[in-house]
């Protein structure tokens, strides 16, 4: 059964920085492509940033410079390193992994940014 755990939220002051921890299982992790995605109250679920299996990453606009997406194989783990946090950043962030046509989504982790 595939489970994917989220980890590395928090409250943190604007300016400051938090890494986003997902682990797998469950699930052959090295072929797959995996994806953050956040939510913020009253809003829809947006991208945030994307990893494949090669390595190849892209980044939601509003994040570019600021995050990063990485992913370590031999732990089955992918990283989302965020810097530079601002308020509009506080939302639930969720880690989906892809072995098309199916997807898999982590239960969450809150990161709250203050002004």
């Known amino acids: 059964q595939v489970r994917l755990v989220e980890s590395g939220g928090g409250l943190v002051q604007a ?3 938090l890494r986003l921890s ?3 299982s469950g699930i052959a992790f ?4 995996m994806d ?7 809003k829809q ?5 994307a990893i494949t299996n090669g390595d190849s990453t892209n980044y939601a606009e509003s994040v570019k410079g600021r995050f990063t997406i990485s992913r370590d194989n031999a732990k089955n783990t992918v990283y989302l390193q ?3 946090l601002k308020p509009e950043d506080t939302a639930v962030y ?3 992994v892809t ?3 199916v997807s898999y989504w982590g239960q969450g982790t809150q990161v709250t940014v203050s002004s």
């Not at 090295?30 to 492509?33: D, Q």
């Not at 953050?36 to 009253?42: D, F, K, L, S």
């Not at 679920?45 to 940033?49: D, K």
Request: aromatic residues 10%; proline residues 6%.
């Open 99 to 101: 072995t098309s046509p």
């Open 36 to 42: 953050w995605y956040r939510q913020a109250p009253g």
């Open 82 to 84: 965020m810097n530079s």
């Open 45 to 49: 679920r947006e991208l945030v940033a």
């Open 30 to 33: 090295s072929i797959t492509a």
């Open 15 to 17: 300016g400051g920085s």
């Open 94 to 96: 969720y880690c989906k």
């Open 22 to 24: 997902c682990a797998a």
